[in-house]
């Protein structure tokens, strides 16, 4: 149903405009603790991490915590009996069992009630076979389930898998120095400011996303002389005024002297003329140019300046 | 100008309920928009523009601040109790993200688990109504619908309560989406007919939906989800299996436009889910970040253009749809305009769905390699969340997010703020059968590109102008256009200000803080308001 039609105007010139800072505007902002989760005394460290998280008090997260002794049961029975088709963490197995974590059965069973026609063989047709399993194995199952639920994390994430993070060095070092030659000793040195980055920054994802931001943050990071803002301010008359950026919008810009104090200074239009220098500019206009790669032999580069 | 706080309001509420809430006849909303605003976009176009012209170019230096009013969030003071929760989740400070409805001299706004109507002359509260909530998620809330003296509010636990525009009395409440498969619902109904449109949204890989309830008892009339759910369902060759499909997302986050003639109800839909990692095949997950029309007395689809195919961001396109009927090609056309949170801009003919126009608005957008045959932007794989890193324009929060755009017709141009910000997406979840939800990838901001207010001329997508804001992150929560020939948007930096819609140039401003909803405006005893927000407080300005 989808109409094709001619294509009309695409692509736009690049227009450089300085800028400070940036955030996701996507919702998962600051929110009170989970407070239910909180009052069921529930102790465990996913806890504390959704707590930390957005409001995340589905009934699955406000769910008191399982009896242990039955969980336990519940998680050999579901070994035996449901993990090669489910998946050992639930997220669906290699036969073709759904995800548990995000099934419509799932999050509204409350003690197995749900769970048991289906154990019992009213979804043979979809291909899930009865299981003979007695009602309070059902439930200790349900238990399990639902505890493994209980941790999944915030905006529909699973647990964390225990797994270990993926080493993220993919690149070639010899061709990230190469880049680092041409494009980065106008203002670092391997040998200088950077002596020894991958020893202060020993994580190499981390130093990735450092190098690439100009800082920690895109807020400078190994040198505080550098990531200092400042403005110059000129009048009319030829008076000019200078110091470090606190705030600046289409009417005022302000400053702090040398001294420490203040200076607001009204803006209208062009006057006066209003001179920003950022030190991490530079690293800003090479955000799009970078190619992936380019991102990786670098980091790969770096890494070895230990 | 005057603050009131609670406690001098009891004693004014008996006469100013004599006094005020007249209602609204559906078919007032069918009129172009002027002297109320009686919608969550003012009117059913989505163009966010008032045919006011008191405030002009000339005369918007002479704004004045009549009154702001804070209001606050909760179960105190004198307040209306609704909710089938225990109510003891602390309710925060409010924060105004919804656009008021102006009503006969009322307003009515709304955040999550609460409404208020408010004296639109001096501030006061008239009536607060409080929801106890059973949890979810409490992002925001967009604002009110309206049908005669009926309201309707969306609660984040995802009922649609109905309460009495005078009295704030709760009339019902009926369910919407179930909380327990972790739904939560943020959007402002809209009242076409006898239709009250209610969306809703979900994180967890539960399949989108839109509803139709009764104005009158609250009945469900129809309900049409987004993504195949069953065998032979259009769209289906578009993901690997059904389970897939029906846990593929493609919310309803944001309120949609009307045309009355087609009787079509247009509307974006989110991401797919999950929404970063593998576990979609590799087809275009229909009918994900997509814009949809469907007819509003049967919940049929009647068309759909896919504005993110395959999305692997997080970049729903449940962006506002703004109907324009004006000049295309050397005809006229009617149209649906729309810059989706993935930096591209869009023209359709709202008619038939036919593609009309697909251009990049945001400056640094650069995951696209060029356009798919259907006239939507083809995906680079390239940059999707990749182990060692992948750096991408925009951010997952878009170039821009759920803040409505305006449209000019004097100036013949479209509105919106861009935010040109990159991230490095790494992929961190490398099972083969793909996370779930938001999950499986690590997101790490690395700087700006430039953040901009944009004006796109509908007829070519280019860039008409763009105005920048130096301290970043404006638009605030939205735009207002007016036959004033004045664009007003929050800043960023803590200003509403009012633009030359022809070339961006700033008229006026109030330092009031940072601006969270988009400005409202209408005539009252004579004098046009402008109203908008900052957090817990409204500010209401006027020409005397």
Known sequence: MQASGRIVGVALAGITILLIHMSGQTPPVAAPANQARAATGRGRAAAAADAARALATFPAQQRPPGDPALVARGKTIYGINCQSCHGADLRGGDLGGPNLLRSQVVLSDQNGELILPIIQGARQSNGMPAISMSADDVKATAT????????????????????????????????????????????????GDLQGIATR??????????????????????????????????????????GRLIRIDDFLVTLANADGTLTTIRRDGDQPKVEVKDPIQPHRDLLGVYTDKNLHDVTAYLVTLK | MRIHTKFAISLFVPIALMAQGGGLEPSDML?????????????????????????DQTTVKNLTLGWF????????????????GTGNFPAGTASIKASALEVDGTIYVSTPDNAWAIDARDGRELWHYFWKTRGSTHIANRGLGMWHSYLFLETPDN???????????????????????????????????????????NDIDAPGFLSSFDPETGALQWKHYTVPMNPGDPGLDTWPSLDRAQHGGAQTWIPGAYDPEANLYIFGTGNPTPAYTPGRGEGDNLFTCSLIAVNVDTGKMAWYFQTSPHDMHDWDSAQTPVLVDGMFGGKPRKMALTASRNGFFFVVDRVTGEHLITSKYGKDTNWSTGLNKFGGPARDPGKDPSIGGSIVSPTAGGTINWEPPAFSPEAGL????????????????LDPRGSMGLGGKEEVSVGNGGSFLTAIDYQTGKIAWRHPYPQGLGGGGGMLATAGKVLFAGDGGGNIVAHDVFTGAPLWHSKIGRVTNAPQTYLLDGHQYLLVATGDTLWSFLLY
């Open chain 2, 159 to 201: 009922y649609l309560v109905s309460l009495d525009s005078k009295t704030g009395k709760e009339r019902w409440h009926k369910e919407i989406a179930d909380i327990a498969q972790q739904y939560f619902s943020t959007p402002a109904p809209v009242v076409i007919g006898n239709h009250v449109i209610a969306g809703t949204g």
């Open chain 1, 144 to 191: 399990f389930i639902h505890e493994i639920v209980g941790s999944s994390k915030g905006q529909g994430a699973p647990p964390d898998s225990g797994a270990p993070p993926p080493n993220i060095l993919v690149g070639d070092a010899a061709v990230g120095q190469k880049f680092f030659t041409e494009k980065c000793t106008g203002c670092h040195s391997a040998t």
């Open chain 1, 201 to 242: 920054i020993p994580d190499a994802k981390t130093l990735q996303n450092r190098w690439v931001a100009g800082g920690a943050n895109g807020r400078g990071a190994t040198n505080p002389d550098r990531r200092i803002v400042t403005v110059t301010v000129t009048q009319p008359s030829g008076e000019k005024v200078e």
């Open chain 2, 69 to 84: 009013t804070k209001v606050a969030a909760g179960n105190g003071g004198n307040v209306i109790v609704g909710g089938e």
């Open chain 2, 31 to 55: 009129k172009p928009l002027k002297d109320s605003w009686p919608t969550y976009n003012g009117d059913y176009t989505g163009r966010r523009y008032s045919l006011l012209t008191q405030i």
């Open chain 2, 414 to 429: 479209f509105f919106t703020s861009e935010n040109d910000a990159y991230s490095i997406f790494y992929l961190t979840d």
